[in-house]
T-cell receptor, first 111, second 111 residues
């Protein structure tokens, strides 16, 4: 079993929809939780970075971490066609060591 | 300010050959990590270099080796290539806690 499991998708939504992306994990030592966005033929780019449990909001994006359930989510409000990409969750037990990634969810936002 | 740059962008090799991939970190970053991303999967951690030393290593065989130079740039070497080594190889740099900045990767195809 993988340490990080991500809802596989793919996910297709109309423009303006609210999108929910989710990951579960098994390693209770994870303290740092990240969401990356990866466009086709590009490297991942960091969207959200959260330490421990709680919520963090940045514009249309909200990241939630529930360490008691070992569950993290990324919500995208008012989704846009430019949000169409693969979204990767990632976790780490230190702030400088390796990150463990999920396999990604591919999102398509239709105009 | 240049981000993380990787070369070459694409590479085709034959089984049994050796390959060297190169990475220049983002300006001011001193830590370089390498990840392997197979098609449809998330990045898998290979190893991390800091102060020219391998600081952490993932679950990859000794065929995978690396080096970091005094200017913080890095190389990834893979010997005795296997078909299963075909993947996108990503370099990421960091200059502080947590946040990884990725390059756009080198696409390696082994035939």
């Amino acid at each position: 079993q993988k340490e990080v499991e991500q809802d596989p998708g793919p996910l297709s939504v109309p423009e303006g929809a609210i999108v929910s992306l989710n990951c579960t994990y098994s390693n209770s030592a994870f303290q740092y939780f990240m969401w990356y966005r990866q466009y086709s033929r590009k490297g991942p780019e960091l969207l959200m970075y959260t330490y421990s449990s709680g919520n963090k909001e940045d514009g249309r994006f909200t990241a939630q971490v529930d360490k008691s359930s070992k569950y993290i989510s990324l919500f995208i409000r008012d989704s846009q066609p430019s949000d169409s990409a693969t979204y990767l969750c990632a976790m780490s037990n230190t702030n400088a060591g390796k990150s463990t990634f999920g396999d990604g969810t591919t999102l398509t936002v239709k105009p | 300010d240049a981000g993380v740059t990787q070369s070459p962008t694409h590479l085709i090799k034959t089984r049994g050959q050796q390959v060297t991939l190169r990475c220049s970190p983002k300006s001011g970053h001193d830590t370089v990590s390498w990840y392997q991303q197979a098609l449809g999967q998330g990045p898998q951690f290979i190893f991390q270099y800091y102060e020219e030393e391998e600081r952490q290593r993932g679950n990859f065989p000794d065929r995978f080796s690396g080096h970091q130079f005094p200017n913080y740039s890095s190389e990834l070497n893979v010997n005795a290539l296997l078909l299963g080594d075909s993947a996108l190889y990503l370099c990421a740099s960091s200059g502080g806690p947590g946040v990884l900045h990725f390059g756009n990767g080198t696409r390696l195809t082994v035939t």
